[in-house]
């Protein structure tokens, strides 16, 4: 019962700790966004993107990007990703600078860059 409780405890920190990176990372590129000279990308399931989504992004889900996807992206193009709870946009991130591709902006949650562009429903 210690173990769970250590784990949770574990976890409670941790993303509190990723939130506070990621709204630090966000101040610092929300002027960038707003200005975007380059592809803001969904990479949330497509039912999502359809109910409500960032003016102006397109929506590549992660398991797509996994699956092959990204082969069709322009290594040098700047790419502002974003997700749900900032898990997925961590992960393609990572994934994508790993393929090689130069300009990869971690944006995190969807609750956090729609503070800086306005949301499309």
Same mark, same amino acid.
């Given at each position: @019962?210690?173990?769970?409780? =250590?784990? %949770? #405890?574990? /976890?409670?920190?941790?993303? /509190? $700790?990723? !939130?506070?990176?990621? %709204?630090?990372?966000?101040? !610092?590129?929300?002027? #960038?966004?707003s200005?975007?000279?380059?592809? $803001?990308?969904?990479?949330?399931?497509?039912?999502?993107?359809?109910?409500?989504?960032?003016?102006?992004?397109?929506?590549?889900?992660?398991?797509? =990007?996994?699956?092959?996807?990204?082969?069709? /992206?322009?290594? !040098?193009?700047?790419?502002?990703?974003y997700?749900? /709870?900032? #898990? @997925?946009?961590?992960?393609?991130?990572?994934?994508?600078?790993?393929?090689?591709?130069?300009?990869?902006?971690?944006?995190?949650?969807?609750?956090? %860059?729609? !503070?800086?562009?306005?949301?499309?429903?």
């Open positions: @019962m210690k173990i769970i409780g =250590i784990v %949770v #405890l574990t /976890l409670i920190v941790i993303f /509190l $700790i990723y !939130k506070y990176i990621q %709204v630090s990372n966000i101040d !610092k590129n929300s002027n #960038l966004i200005t975007a000279k380059g592809i $803001i990308l969904d990479v949330r399931p497509n039912k999502a993107y359809e109910s409500n989504h960032i003016k102006g992004a397109i929506n590549i889900s992660m398991n797509d =990007i996994f699956e092959g996807a990204y082969k069709s /992206l322009d290594k !040098k193009q700047t790419y502002y990703i997700c749900y /709870l900032g #898990l @997925m946009s961590i992960k393609v991130s990572t994934f994508l600078k790993e393929k090689g591709f130069e300009n990869i902006i971690n944006c995190g949650p969807m609750s956090e %860059v729609n !503070k800086y562009i306005n949301c499309v429903k």
